[in-house]
């Protein structure tokens, strides 16, 4: 277990989070964005996850080769830490100004046999993705990633011509469209906002 899964995330932090998904749904919210999901054990919002191998399960009981694992950048705003069954903010955190929901790993709670850490960020505007961790095979991944290239390009107002997109987390410069090779790493951010994950360039 990494030390950045078992520490809360700060308030106002910013981290890399991943979240599993179908194929068909990862050219959806590259799209068009994350939608709020209707329920779940922790009500409504976007469910992320700093553990890769908890995303990399998900959509449950679907076959492997229907799975893509979106890397995420998700801004955490106010955070609630839900750690037992039945907690009074279970379901209403997000009525008492709480921006995201946080599951420590191993804490015991019933809905969470895994045992690994989870997170419900309310507003689907505060995640944002940034690459794809993992995908069925090399030509989806790269379907993705150049998705991912055109949104940024309408987000930033235009592109082409040599343009350049600089990555938000490791401040690397590639043209746009362009695949991303990247490593994880720990880093200590300097804002003051805990240990995160970084991307750097290869």
Not at 103 to 109: A, E, H, K, Q, Y
Request: glycine share 12%; hydrophobic share 30%; net charge positive.
């Amino acid at each position: 277990m990494g030390q950045g899964q078992s520490q809360k995330p700060q308030n106002g932090g910013v981290y890399t989070m991943y979240h599993g998904t179908s194929v068909a749904n990862a050219r959806l919210i590259i799209a068009n964005g994350f939608k709020q999901s209707s329920g779940g054990m922790l009500g409504r919002g976007v469910y992320v996850s700093c553990d890769i191998s908890k995303a990399s399960s998900y959509p449950l009981n679907s076959n492997p080769s229907d799975r893509v694992v979106l890397e995420l950048r998700v801004r955490v705003g106010r955070v609630k830490r839900i750690d037992k069954d039945n907690h009074p903010m279970q379901y209403t955190w997000s009525s008492h100004g709480y921006d995201t929901a946080w599951v420590p790993p191993n804490c015991g709670m019933k809905a969470v046999p895994s045992g690994r850490e989870e997170d419900c960020v309310f507003d689907p505007t505060r995640v944002e993705v940034v690459g794809i961790a993992k995908a069925p095979n090399t030509t989806i991944e790269k379907e993705l990633q150049q998705l991912i290239g055109k949104r940024s390009r309408r987000k930033d107002g235009g592109g082409g011509g040599g343009s350049i997109h600089v990555y938000s987390l490791c401040m690397t410069e590639t043209p746009y469209g362009a695949l991303h090779v990247k490593q994880q790493c720990w880093k200590w951010n300097q804002g003051g906002n805990g240990l995160m994950y970084i991307e750097q360039r290869l």
